[in-house]
């Protein structure tokens, strides 16, 4: 008798913890590799998101949980961890990754596995085509590098160079730059992808110096843009009245030694909302130092949203968690202001800033 | 066009230093030893470590280099040359085999970032409408130094002698009372140290990477085939061809031809413009541009 009463209470109490399960969701982000300085940011913004959700009582009852998986900044090595999240940790929604040559099948997976993916660093055109249950968080690069050529031929520049990485992203960029500059009647001088990783862009750099060009137009990942931009610093290119144009600068200036891109002018994203000083606040707080690029308030907003969804949804199925983001993301003030998704579940509205570096990250 | 002649002599010089040390130690023991562009890399990611240490970096790079040769010549008594024993195909693929290993190591301790020394400001120098760097400047003449007093050793003094000797006819050095087991040694030990020196030198110039030594692999080998396998000189001429088919390619415009202003190929073809011209240059000349002492296997 007693061992049946014991029997039923440890039978009770297991029901209690199933109902008040804690949530686990994954993140495939690159905390190495050229985008490592990027990758931990986003890392902050989701580790600041989870600490408040759970300190506001975790969701559904439960405790909220995030798996971070290191991508390497290597497609491969990407798409292991997202099947690792997928297979052994069994997660709904996965955000993630940074680069749109890896966000890109990391996404094809997560939609073939009926997983919901978030996008919070990609702007790739191409992002747009992964399919139903695939969301982004930030306005793609049509929008953003439309943005970028109106600046440059507001500033009087009418040849420009251009030089972004060889693949989904700057290929995007570097075609979207290219209808938008000219559209407006500006000159594209010498447009040129180059090959990731390499130890030296000096070949690069003199080739797109010979167009004797207006302005430098550039966008690179941390690592890569530091070399690039030191190259350039050496080989005295983009001294002059050239300068050097950033599209994401925060992106391209992270890992950059300030010597070498003191004078550089450029776009970002408006990464912070009229809600989203508390987050900034937060943010400060918790790591000592303002933010280090424009990419950790996504990966929180992400988070929030993600939460929003499942609150919304009553349950933690990825089919669920779906359609309630299709209702959250309907009108939703996140900390990088207004996250309204579009039919394909894409950010509709993006807000850009003009910068430039003058010691540090100043408005222009 | 005198930017050009820089750029050629930087990219010749990273490429010789090395080149020279794979011909000269295959001149001598008859196989292609893979692994010596992984001493490369090693010798950056040693300097690299003993200038992080707090080591001036000309301190840092002596060292390494003699730690490089070092290993050199404790990998070559241990592994090569029992490999050796049992052919030089078995041996070039053993290399192959230890250089993933090296690769491996090199991704264990210095991480897949490419990293940087700690360096001065470096703004350019112009010259002649050219622009180079201090860094650049005296990179290349620790280079060919190191090069003038290879070709010296080689040339003028009794190892070098013996060097050719063992080269020429190892059973006649032997029996002359040439040690040759020594003679290979010190040879290895020198190759070590001149890829350590063309490791850190690339370096300082660009980066430090896991996969430096990898990249460098295909053009190396073809300078030295280029120069004929096993003369050490000729590998020198033959990186100078190399650097001025990879250098020639990426500045021509090609953009009147098709009517555009600019269109250059990307600089990632360079490397496959140095094996267009290895296998034509093969095709004409099968032993190489330059006569060698060795034939080859």
Aim: proline share 3%; with cysteine.
């Amino acid at each position: 008798m007693r061992k049946l009463i014991v029997t039923a209470a440890l039978l009770a109490a297991t029901s209690i913890v199933a109902q008040a399960a804690d949530v686990t969701i994954g993140a495939v982000l690159p905390l190495s590799g050229a985008s490592a300085t990027i990758g931990d940011d986003q890392r902050r913004g989701i580790e600041l998101a989870v600490e408040e959700v759970n300190a506001a009582g975790g969701v559904l009852g439960g405790k909220l949980n995030v798996i971070v998986e290191d991508s390497g900044g290597r497609a491969p090595s990407a798409l292991d961890a997202a099947k690792k999240l997928v297979t052994v940790d069994n997660v709904p929604a996965v955000i993630g990754e940074y680069s749109s040559g890896i966000t890109i099948p990391v996404g094809q997976y997560l939609v073939q596995e009926k997983r919901v993916h978030l996008n919070i660093g990609s702007s790739s055109g191409l992002v747009r085509q992964l399919g139903e249950g695939s969301f982004s968080l930030i306005g793609l690069d049509n929008v953003s590098s439309g943005f970028a050529a109106q600046d440059v031929i507001d500033n009087g520049w009418k040849k420009a160079a251009v030089i972004a990485p060889n693949n989904a992203f700057g290929q995007g960029v570097v075609t979207q730059f290219e209808k938008a500059f000219t559209a407006l009647g500006g000159e594209i001088t010498t447009a040129i992808l180059y090959t990731e990783g390499q130890t030296t862009y000096r070949r690069e750099l003199q080739q797109l110096e010979r167009g004797a060009p207006d302005v430098y137009v550039y966008s690179a990942y941390g690592r890569e843009a530091a070399t690039i931009s030191r190259e350039a610093f050496e080989l005295g290119i983009g001294a002059g009245s050239s300068p050097w144009y950033a599209i994401y600068l925060s992106m391209c200036t992270s890992d950059s030694d300030p010597r070498f891109i003191q004078g550089q002018v450029g776009m970002d994203l408006n990464n912070i909302g009229a809600n989203g000083q508390a987050y900034a606040d937060a943010y400060q707080a918790k790591y000592g130092e303002g933010f280090r690029s424009s990419f950790n308030g996504y990966g929180y907003d992400a988070v929030k949203m993600l939460v929003a969804a499942i609150e919304k949804a009553g349950s933690a199925e990825p089919a669920a968690i779906s359609a309630a983001l299709v209702e959250v993301g309907a009108d939703y003030e996140g900390a990088t202001g207004p996250i309204v998704f579009d039919a394909d579940g894409q950010r509709s509205k993006q807000p850009y800033e003009k910068l430039k570096i003058d010691d540090g990250i100043k408005p222009r | 066009m005198i930017q050009f002649v820089i750029d050629v002599v930087i990219r010749s010089v990273d490429l010789a230093l090395i080149a020279i040390g794979l011909s000269s130690v295959y001149s001598l023991i008859r196989f292609p030893n893979v692994t010596l562009v992984q001493y490369a890399t090693t010798g950056a990611l040693v300097a690299l470590g003993l200038q992080m240490l707090g080591l001036p970096l000309i301190v840092a790079g002596l060292l390494a280099c003699v730690f490089v040769g070092a290993v050199a010549v404790v990998l070559n008594v241990l592994i090569f040359e029992r490999l050796l024993t049992a052919g030089s195909a078995i041996a070039m693929i053993g290399s192959l085999a230890l250089s993933m290993v090296f690769s491996a190591v090199f991704l264990v301790t210095a991480g897949p970032r490419p990293q940087r020394f700690e360096l001065d400001l470096n703004p350019p120098i112009r010259f002649l409408g050219a622009r180079f760097t201090d860094h650049q400047l005296i990179s290349v003449v620790i280079s060919a130094l190191a090069i003038a007093a290879f070709a010296l050793i080689l040339f003028r003094t009794d190892l070098g002698r013996c060097m050719r000797a063992t080269a020429t006819n190892p059973v006649l050095a032997r029996g002359t009372g040439i040690n040759t087991r020594r003679v290979t040694n010190v040879v290895v030990f020198l190759s070590g140290i001149m890829a350590a020196l063309g490791g850190i030198g690339i370096s300082v110039k660009g980066e430090m990477s896991a996969h430096l030594g990898m990249e460098m692999l295909l053009p190396i080998f073809a300078a030295a085939i280029l120069g004929g396998l096993g003369n050490a000189l000729g590998a020198a001429l033959g990186a100078v061809v190399i650097a001025v088919a990879e250098t020639l390619v990426t500045n021509v415009n090609f953009g009147p031809l098709v009517g555009e202003s600019f269109l250059f190929v990307p600089a990632a073809y360079a490397t496959a413009a140095s094996f267009l011209l290895l296998v034509i240059v093969l095709l004409v000349r099968p032993h190489g541009l330059f006569v060698s002492e060795v034939k080859r296997v």
